[in-house]
């Protein structure tokens, strides 16, 4: 016997689990595509960001400021392209957005760096130099220290870590 309706009882179930499945794919799949995939490096509650711009070196309004803007660019579209790392791409994005003044874009793509590859120091070098630049200086220390904790044998990350100790000993917390 079938009664009406009862075709559409066979069919619920599996409606019921694609949304399921459709709901999980978006709470799964949002995150990466709107923050890319990197929450952001750690600033620590001790530090205090008061603004994120400043008057970049390019940032004139005129051909400097179009070659930064173009360079971005370009550089964007190389992620996920083969022949460059997107981390590499992702640091010179973010050395990019630095000669903008925009503090809050070159932290972003330096904490996608970071969240790339952990076993490199270029990013934390250069996120310590922008939270330095930002007055954050507990979380710059910290990431001069992950630079040379990531690569130690590399000078010019030991080098970074000492200059900043030498003139910031007094506005950071031994981590």
């Known amino acids: 016997m079938n ?3 009862m075709s559409n009882m066979k069919t619920l179930p599996a409606l019921a689990l694609a949304f399921v499945i459709l709901v999980g794919a978006v709470f799964l799949v949002l995150p990466i595509v709107v923050g890319g995939g990197a929450t952001g490096y750690p600033i620590e509650k001790t530090d205090h960001i008061a603004t994120w711009s400043w008057k970049g070196v390019y940032l004139d309004g005129a051909q400097k400021q179009a070659d930064v803007t173009k360079e971005i660019s370009t550089l964007k579209g190389m992620l996920g392209k083969k022949g460059v790392s997107d981390y590499d791409i992702d640091v010179g994005i973010a050395s990019q957005y630095e000669l903008l003044g925009d503090g809050k874009s070159a932290y972003q793509y330096l904490s996608k760096a970071i969240a790339l590859d952990p076993k490199r120091g270029l990013a934390y070098m250069n996120m310590g130099h922008l939270m ?6 507990t979380t710059a220390h910290k990431a001069y220290d992950a630079a040379v904790a990531a690569e130690p044998t590399n000078p010019i990350y030991k080098t970074s870590q000492e200059n900043f100790l030498i003139h910031h000993t007094q506005t950071t917390a031994t981590p």
């Open 3 to 5: 009664l009406p309706g």
């Open 132 to 137: 330095e630049e930002m007055g954050a200086f």
